[in-house]
């Protein structure tokens, strides 16, 4: 598979673009928890090869293993210009939907990144429309885009870390394994022990339970 690239960051930035911003969400599927959104604004990779993120091997975050994900997390945030993490909970999915959610969780990341983007690149399954700030949308962003791969990482183990923390809490559930996907032991474990208060309620099948 190929890997991603920075082919439209650099055209954007001869278009005289200075900030751009790749942006992915993970749990958006999940039965239970957050949905996280990251953002990230990578500086230039035209650097001495120690400090090129293009050559550690960022991809798409579930092709990766989840060691491999915690070590590029942690050099994602050092060597990026800027980056954030919004979460939105359980509670607020079922509330607003979570389509709203995903938005709401961008938003949040928006909101407090310390550099303002000049420019937006959004994972396909994400749309901002009220935020007056040029944007793209790429369908399969975390597998084709650089920094939405990034973004897609800081997203996801974001994300997992506080599965693990909630299974801690739950722990009949399974989440540090599933992180709140719809497998079939999380399934069978919801038919045996019912929802617990970080289950989506409006989610399919607890919905009907």
């Not at 230039?44 to 994900?69: C, E």
């Not at 396909?124 to 084709?144: M, Y």
């Not at 739950?170 to 032991?185: D, E, L, M, V």
């Amino acid at each position: 598979m190929q890997s991603p690239t920075l082919k439209l960051e650099n055209k954007l930035k001869r278009q005289r673009y200075k900030y751009i911003a790749g942006i992915d969400e993970a749990g958006r599927g999940a039965l239970a928890g957050p949905i996280a959104a990251a953002i990230v604004i990578l500086k230039n990779q035209k650097t001495k090869k120690q400090n090129n993120l293009l050559l550690l091997g960022i991809k798409d975050s579930k092709l990766l293993t989840s060691q491999k994900r915690e070590e590029l997390f942690k050099i994602i945030k050092k060597r990026a210009l800027a980056w954030n993490v919004g979460k939105v909970s359980e509670k607020v999915i079922d509330r607003i939907g979570i389509a709203k959610a995903n938005i709401q969780a961008v938003k949040k990341a928006l909101k407090t990144l310390k550099i303002k983007p000049d420019y937006l690149l959004l994972d396909g399954g994400i749309k901002l429309k009220r935020i007056k700030i040029p944007q793209k949308i790429i369908i399969k962003g975390d597998a084709k885009i650089f920094s939405i791969s990034c973004a897609s990482i800081l997203a996801k183990v974001t994300r997992d870390r506080l599965m693990i923390k909630l299974d801690k809490k739950h722990p009949q559930y399974g989440f540090a394994q599933h992180k709140g996907y719809g497998t079939k032991n999380h399934r069978e474990a919801i038919k045996k022990y019912g929802p617990c208060s970080i289950h989506r309620r409006s989610f399919a099948p607890i919905c009907s339970l």
